[in-house]
């Protein structure tokens, strides 16, 4: 609202009724980067990303007006914010910390491998988050009588919990330094989201 700006459309809307002229939205709640080949993980978004350009450019040249352009795809803000349900399952797999840590590299790829599909067909532009301080969580503070008392820092939060989430922001970040390398003429911008919220509930009587 601050931004004078309206809502993306669910890319699941019908064509017919919406040009998407300010965006789709692609996000589902729950989603993840693994398993692959579930609904909606990432690579799934990523395929019905395609198939939604794909469709939007046939409309375009066949005529019809208004739709999203290829200069309009290719000028486009990629965002991406996904992670955090991959550790969230795999801490309620009942996996040890370090089984979870292990998993983070085989997150960071199917993220890498998103953004490169994105690039190969056009993307220049990503806005990339990273996932916020997961131990903060009421959901997962509703947990707090299956786990020691010690594992709690001293704004209540499950400091295990939140120290995968850093750790998996580190190779998150270590991943948006490498490809501004690679993807030389694409501008990747990696958003501290941890920090944010991590602030608002450590210095909440600022705010």
């Given at each position: 609202?601050?931004?004078?700006?309206?809502l993306?459309?669910?890319?699941?809307?019908?064509l017919?009724?919406?040009?998407?002229?300010?965006?789709?939205?692609?996000?589902?709640?729950?989603?993840?980067?693994?398993?692959?080949?579930?609904?909606?993980?990432?690579?799934?978004?990523?395929?019905?990303?395609?198939?939604?350009?794909?469709?939007?450019?046939?409309?375009?040249?066949?005529?019809?007006?208004?739709?999203?352009?290829?200069?309009?795809?290719?000028?486009?803000?990629?965002?991406?914010?996904?992670?955090?349900?991959?550790?969230?399952?795999?801490?309620?797999?009942?996996?040890?910390?370090v089984?979870?840590?292990?998993?983070?590299?085989?997150?960071?790829?199917?993220?890498?491998?998103?953004?490169?599909?994105?690039y190969?067909?056009?993307?220049?532009?990503?806005?990339?988050?990273?996932?916020?301080?997961?131990?903060?969580?009421?959901?997962?503070?509703?947990?707090?009588?299956?786990?020691q008392?010690?594992?709690?820092?001293?704004?209540?939060?499950?400091?295990?919990?939140?120290?995968?989430?850093?750790?998996?922001?580190?190779?998150?970040?270590?991943?948006?330094?490498?490809?501004?390398?690679?993807?030389?003429?694409?501008?990747?911008?990696?958003?501290?989201?941890?920090?944010?919220?991590?602030?608002?509930?450590?210095?909440?009587?600022?705010y």
């Amino acid at each position: 609202q601050s931004l004078n700006a309206s809502l993306l459309s669910p890319y699941m809307d019908s064509l017919s009724e919406s040009k998407f002229n300010n965006g789709a939205n692609f996000a589902v709640v729950g989603s993840s980067t693994l398993p692959k080949y579930v609904p909606f993980s990432l690579n799934i978004q990523v395929m019905q990303f395609l198939h939604f350009k794909a469709r939007t450019l046939e409309l375009v040249t066949a005529g019809s007006g208004n739709f999203i352009n290829d200069e309009g795809f290719r000028n486009a803000l990629y965002m991406i914010d996904i992670g955090q349900n991959d550790l969230a399952d795999s801490f309620s797999k009942n996996l040890t910390y370090v089984e979870v840590i292990k998993r983070i590299p085989s997150v960071i790829t199917e993220i890498k491998n998103a953004v490169k599909t994105l690039y190969d067909h056009g993307g220049r532009k990503f806005w990339i988050h990273n996932t916020g301080p997961l131990g903060c969580l009421p959901q997962k503070l509703s947990l707090i009588q299956l786990l020691q008392k010690k594992d709690l820092d001293t704004y209540g939060c499950i400091s295990s919990y939140n120290a995968a989430a850093r750790l998996f922001n580190e190779a998150l970040l270590h991943f948006c330094q490498q490809m501004k390398s690679e993807l030389e003429d694409a501008t990747i911008v990696h958003v501290d989201i941890f920090s944010v919220k991590y602030d608002l509930i450590a210095n909440s009587t600022k705010y």
